[in-house]
C-alpha cells in the first residue's frame, strides 16, 4: 500500500508536467493528447526511467477510472433526439465503416502474422483472435477531437452532423463488438470450444452485460439525487465506475475457479449502456455531461501519460513498417465504407468524394480497448498494445488537419469573417421601437452612422429622427443584411421580437461580415447561450436592472461605467497610429483625467498593466473626461 501510494504521489508530480507538454503540443497546433502520449514516452522505462514497470503496474487503477469515464462519455454523447434527422445516413455510413474497415483490417493483419513477432509462433487460431481484436480497434474512432475541431470551426451542416453522429455511435458499436471478438478470443485463449454452448455463454455474457449497465444506469440519477456538493458527485461517479471494473475482474476470477467456464463481462460496455440510460431516459442528463466535462480533462492527462509510458519502444521499433501499413489499410477501408454507406443512404455524390476524411481520428476508446486487451489476455501483453497505440498516435496527428480540410472545402465551416474596419463608426439596430428609437439617437451623438431596420413593414413607415435611417426587410438572409452592412460595419444590435431572428441575423453578421460587436436583447433566457457561443454581448430585461443595481450596492465606482454624466465618457479606440504600436502603456502620454479600462486583441480581452504593449488594431477602452477623450482619440487612432 506504501508503494502504491509513493508512486502515485510520483506520477502526479509527472502528470503536471505531462499537462504542460501537452498546452505546449497545442500551441504548435498538434492534438494534447499527443503531447501526454509523448511525455509519457520520455518519462516511461525505455527513455528517462522516471517511472518503472513496477510503478506502472501499481497504477493500473488509473487506468480503469479513466476508462470507465472514457465510456461514461461515449455513452453520454449518444443522445438520441440530437440524431434522429440524419438517422438514414448515420447508420449506414456507420455499417460500411464498421464492415470495410473491420473485414481489411482483420485479413490484413491474419496475411501480415509472419512479420509481427507477437504472431510469428501463435497457431492459425490464435492469430485469428488476434487479428479480429485488433480490426476491432481499427475501427474506433474519436468524438473528443471531432467535437473540438467542430467547436473550433463553427461547423454547421448535414455533413457535419452526419460526422458527428457516425463517430458516437461508431463508440456504442465497437464496445459492442469488442466484448463479442473479446469472448471470441477468450475462447481460444482458455481453451473454450466453439460449439452451441458457447454461442449460448456469449449471449448470456452480452445479456449480463446490458442488465449490469441499465442497473448502473438506475444507480448514477440516485447519487446524483442525493444533497451533495459538486464534489462529492464526481467522486461517486468515479468511484462507481471503477467499481464497475473491480466487479468485472472479480466476476471473471470467481467463475474460473468456482464454474466450469470463465464469465467475461465488459465493464466498458456496462459503463457505456449506464452513461446511455443516464443521457436519454433520465432527468440528470445535463448535471451528468457537466461532471464528466469537468473531469475529463485530468482524467485524460493521467490515463494518457500512464499509457504512453507503458509503451515499449523495442517492440515499437521492429513493428514499424507494419503500424505504417495497419495506417493505409485503415484509410483504406474507411475510404471504402463511407463512400459505399452514403451511397447507400443517399447522400449528394460531393460528401461521399471526400467523406473518408472525417473519420481519421482516434484517440480515447481506442487507447483504452488496447490497454484493456493488454490486460485482459497477458498472453498479448504489451507487445500489442504498443502496436495499436503507434496507429492510432499516427492517426491522430493526420485526422485533425484532414477534417478541418473538408470542412471547410464543402463549406460548413462558420468562423468570423474578415472584417475591415474603417474611420467611420457605425452600427445596424434590428427592431424599431422605443428603446430602439433612444439608443439610435444616443448613440448619433456621439458621432455613430446608425441604422434602424425592421421586418415589420408597419414599424418602417413611420416618420425617422434626423439622419437616422429606416429600412424594411423581408427575412433575415444575407442579401438583404448585404443592403445594410459591409465588413466595416462596428457593431449589429439585435432587438427584434423573435429570438431564432435575432440569432440568425447574428450568425450571419459573424460569419458573412465579420461584425465584431455583436449585442443582442433577449427575450426568452434559455437562447443566452446560443448567443454567448458567438461572442455576443447579451442583455437580458429580466436580470439586467437588478444587476445594474447590484453592481451599485457593492462597487459604486465600477458602475460609473455604466452610468452617462456629464463628468465621465467611455470610449472604445482603435489604435491607427505605426507609431504607437510597440510602446507600452505606461510610456504613452495620457492626460491625467485618462484611464485605460481594457484592451480587446484578436479576439480577446487583455487585462492592462503598465507594462502591457500595444499592438496595431488593438482595441483600447478609454474613461475620462469627454474633452480629454476627444484628444486621445485624434492621437492614437479613430
Known sequence: MLTTLLHLTGFVVLALSARQIGDLFSRIRLPQITGYLFAGILIGPFALRLLSVEAIGNLRFIDE???????????SEFYLAEMRSRMRSITWVTAGLVGATFTLGSISLILLAD?????????????????????????????SSAVAIIAELRA?????????????????????????????????????GFNLSFVLLIISELALSLGAGLLIGEIIPWALRRGMPRWAKTVAILGIGYL????????????????????????????MIASFRVANYSSFRIEFADILHDIGPPIFVAF???????????????????????????????????FTGGTIAGDPIRFNRVAWMGYITQAGIGLGLAKEVAVEFPQLGTDFATIFISVIVINQFLGPP???????????????????????????????????????????????????????????TESSPEGIQRHHISAITTES????????TDALVAMLPDDSENLHACELAYAEFGVPRLIVRVNDPTWTGRFRELGALVVDPASAMVNLLDRFVRAPYAALLLQRDQLHDTVEVTITDPDLAGLSLRDLRLPDDVLVLSIYRRQHWVIPHGYTVLRHNDNITLMGSSESLEEVTLRFGY
Open 156 to 192: 454547421k451542416g448535414p455533413f457535419t452532423k452526419t460526422v458527428l453522429g457516425v463517430t458516437v455511435v461508431m463508440d456504442v458499436v465497437v464496445i459492442v463488438l469488442f466484448g463479442l471478438c473479446a469472448s471470441l478470443a477468450g475462447a481460444q485463449f482458455t481453451d473454450r
Open 481 to 488: 443584411l448585404s443592403k445594410l452592412i459591409t465588413n466595416s
Open 304 to 338: 494518457f501519460t500512464l499509457t504512453g509510458a507503458s509503451m515499449e519502444l523495442d517492440v515499437l521499433a521492429k513493428v514499424w513498417p507494419i503500424t505504417l501499413v495497419l495506417v493505409l489499410v485503415r484509410l483504406t477501408g474507411i475510404a471504402i465504407g463511407s
Open 402 to 460: 484532414f477534417f478541418k480540410f473538408v470542412i471547410k472545402h464543402l463549406g460548413e465551416s462558420h468562423l468570423r469573417a474578415e472584417s475591415n474596419p474603417d474611420e467611420i463608426r457605425d452600427a445596424l439596430i434590428l427592431g424599431i421601437e422605443g428603446q430602439s428609437m433612444t439608443l439610435a439617437r444616443q448613440l448619433q451623438g456621439e458621432g455613430w452612422q446608425v441604422i434602424l431596420a425592421d421586418t415589420d413593414n408597419d414599424f418602417t
Open 115 to 143: 512479420y509481427i513477432p507477437l504472431l510469428q509462433d501463435m497457431p492459425t487460431a490464435g492469430r485469428v483472435a488476434v487479428a479480429i481484436l485488433g480490426a476491432t480497434i481499427l475501427v474506433t474512432r474519436s468524438p
Open 244 to 271: 464497475v471494473f473491480l466487479g468485472s475482474d472479480e466476476i471473471r476470477h470467481l467463475s474460473a475457479e468456482r464454474l466450469p467456464f470463465t464469465l467475461l463481462l465488459e465493464p466498458l460496455l456496462i459503463c
Open 65 to 75: 477510472v479513466a476508462l470507465s469515464v472514457i465510456a461514461f462519455t461515449a455513452g
